[in-house]
């Protein structure tokens, strides 16, 4: 029997003109697209926050912190 279902990971697209009002929650500034993370980038604030669904999780105990490896 094989698995048929999409990854759950797939980046599904965002509307660029969302991208264009959103802002990160704590520090107001621009956010960056990562399409190959599914993620929205705030560097001011080091946090990358998820993508799911084509939703943006703007909340800070969802996002991740940004490692400066």
Request: with cysteine; proline share 9%.
């Amino acid at each position: 029997m094989t698995d048929t279902a999409a990854p759950a990971t797939r980046s599904v697209p965002i509307d660029p003109k969302l991208l264009e009002i959103l802002v990160c929650p704590l520090t107001r500034t621009a956010l960056e697209y990562d399409r190959e993370q599914g993620e929205l980038i705030s560097r001011a604030a080091g946090l990358a926050f998820p993508i799911r669904d084509g939703i943006p999780i703007m909340l800070a105990d969802e996002a991740r912190r940004l490692d400066d490896v």
